[in-house]
């Protein structure tokens, strides 16, 4: 007969992390949190290059290497900018600590959304 073991909340809290603790793992700052800052600049700091640019690579499917170098510039420098933003930074890392304490509380993942 198998053995029931019970959980208690000290141990489940052991097994997912404490949902208060603020605390960051190195992969955590350099891929988590790095991935948020990347996606959440271009989808909402710098929409406005990423349209020119993929409207240009439209007008020039072909020759959008030759064609595109204006606006393909634009959207590196716009993302570059804000990547190295701290405050930025800071805002990315507050949504990711509340994502993960979530997470930590409910055991349920939730995606983040890039767009807000």
């Known amino acids: 007969m198998p053995e ?3 959980h208690s ?13 603020r605390s960051l793992r190195r992969i955590e700052v350099n891929v988590s ?4 800052v990347r996606e959440r600049s271009k989808n909402v ?15 020039h ?4 290497f030759f064609m595109c170098q204006k606006e393909s510039r634009a959207f590196r420098d716009c993302v570059e ?10 805002e990315c890392k ?15 993942p939730q995606p983040i959304d890039f767009n807000t």
């Open 81 to 90: 900018k804000w990547f190295f933003d701290k405050n930025f930074n800071e």
């Open 33 to 36: 949190i790095a991935k948020i």
């Open 9 to 21: 909340d000290d141990d489940l809290l052991h097994r997912k992390g404490d949902p208060n603790d």
């Open 61 to 64: 499917p072909l020759q959008m």
């Open 4 to 6: 029931v073991i019970n």
């Open 45 to 59: 700091k710098c929409a406005e290059y990423k349209k020119a640019f993929h409207q240009c690579y439209l007008d």
């Open 94 to 108: 507050e949504i990711y600590l509340k994502h993960r304490s979530e997470f930590r509380k409910t055991g349920i």
